[in-house]
């Protein structure tokens, strides 16, 4: 092969190299030691003084040509590779962006502190207590003795662990053992509004294994239900800010008040215009009850109420399915921030 033709070689073989790897061998093949050039170079001891000269100045010109042709093929595929990069991990930065969201109370949260700032209000203390609880405060002294079917209304979660004393532990079905805690370590007249979680055997659209209530308790010598009442429509008028609230007590069985009542209210205009809503159960506390708390029942009287706060936010938006607020879902949430 003359230079011409191996200069031509390697035009065509560079232009084969797919990628800079199989490029720099190739390269072994027309300037390394036993290359095309190289051999051609070792003929040059054959030719005359004026012949080498000449011949061994076009060699030099051919492997400059061969050195650029190089370069340039080695440039073509690092930008084809750049580019393919450029493509496959493409940012379309037109997109929107995800943002970073301040957060906000979750609606039913937001009911917790919504209630206990209006009780706080009409001179209530705000109290809290523990969702392990005795079987003792949750039931026994709340009146539901053992075996009592009003128990089995709500069946809770027992926790394995017993306490030094062997009593039984559980998660609290509603916050009404509270009250217990409370009347004991207070002295009447005294009024108090307690929020938490409460826990159930029980999952469907409008249950829910874990939720949330707010207890009251107003205990002093003489009280009548009409206390009960002007503080529930109070608390509800606030709540839902609005006036076209009505409040109607309808009789109804709990084993710690006695009498016992559902409290239902309607709103006169809106989406549930017209309808009597179950809102809370309410009632007298029980002489039982209060010999329980320490308090002589001859002297001292009581009133009591428990709400759903999921039921109330569920009211204030219009909201049909209780499985909503324990979703998660940002897309439901923020509605609400
Ligand atoms: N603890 C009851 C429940 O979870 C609600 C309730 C009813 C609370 C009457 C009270 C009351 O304080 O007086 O269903």
Same mark, same amino acid.
């Given at each position: 092969m003359n230079v011409e033709q191996i200069v031509a070689h390697a035009r065509d073989v560079f232009a084969k190299a797919e990628d800079i790897a199989s490029l720099e061998n190739a390269k072994a093949r027309f300037l390394g030691k036993t290359g095309e050039l190289s051999t051609l170079l070792k003929t040059l001891g054959a030719l005359d003084i004026a012949a080498r000269k000449r011949e061994g100045a076009r060699m030099n010109v051919a492997k400059q040509q061969i050195e650029d042709l190089l370069r340039a093929r080695r440039e073509t595929l690092k930008r084809a590779l750049m580019q393919r990069r450029l493509t496959a991990e493409a940012i379309d930065v037109t997109l929107p962006g995800r943002g970073i969201g301040p957060g906000a109370l979750h609606p039913v949260m937001n009911s917790w502190e919504r209630a206990e700032n209006i009780f706080?209000?009409?001179?209530?203390?705000?109290?809290?207590?523990?969702e392990i609880e005795t079987e003792w405060t949750n039931f026994t002294a709340l009146n539901s003795p053992e075996n009592h079917p009003a128990r089995s209304m709500q069946d809770t979660f027992y926790i394995d662990a017993h306490r030094a004393t062997g009593e039984r532990l559980l998660l609290r079905t509603h916050t009404s053992p509270m009250q217990i805690r409370y009347a004991r370590a207070h002295r009447p007249p005294l009024r108090v509004l307690t929020a938490g979680r409460t826990y159930r055997v029980d999952s469907d659209a409008t249950h829910?294994?874990?939720?949330?209530?707010?207890?009251?308790?107003?205990?002093?010598?003489?009280?009548?239900?009409?206390?009960?009442?002007?503080? %529930?429509?109070?608390?509800?008028?606030?709540?839902? /800010?609005? &006036?076209?609230?009505?409040?109607?007590? *309808?009789?109804? %069985?709990f084993p710690f008040?006695?009498?016992?009542? /559902?409290? &239902?209210?309607?709103?006169?205009?809106? *989406?549930?215009?017209?309808?009597?809503?179950?809102?809370?159960g309410a009632g007298q506390v029980h002489p039982n009850v209060l010999h329980n708390m320490g308090l002589d029942p001859e002297r001292y009287m009581g009133f009591a109420f428990g709400s759903g706060l999921e039921r109330l936010t569920m009211l204030r938006y219009g909201i049909e399915d209780l499985r909503l607020f324990f979703e998660g879902d940002v897309r439901f949430l923020k509605q609400f921030a």
């Open positions: 706080r209000g009409i001179g209530f203390d705000i109290a809290d207590g523990p829910a294994p874990m939720f949330h209530q707010v207890e009251g308790l107003w205990i002093d010598e003489r009280l009548s239900f009409a206390e009960l009442k002007g503080v %529930y429509i109070h608390f509800l008028r606030q709540f839902f /800010e609005r &006036d076209d609230v009505h409040i109607r007590f *309808r009789p109804s %069985y008040t006695e009498p016992s009542a /559902e409290i &239902d209210m309607k709103f006169e205009q809106g *989406r549930y215009a017209g309808r009597w809503l179950e809102v809370s």
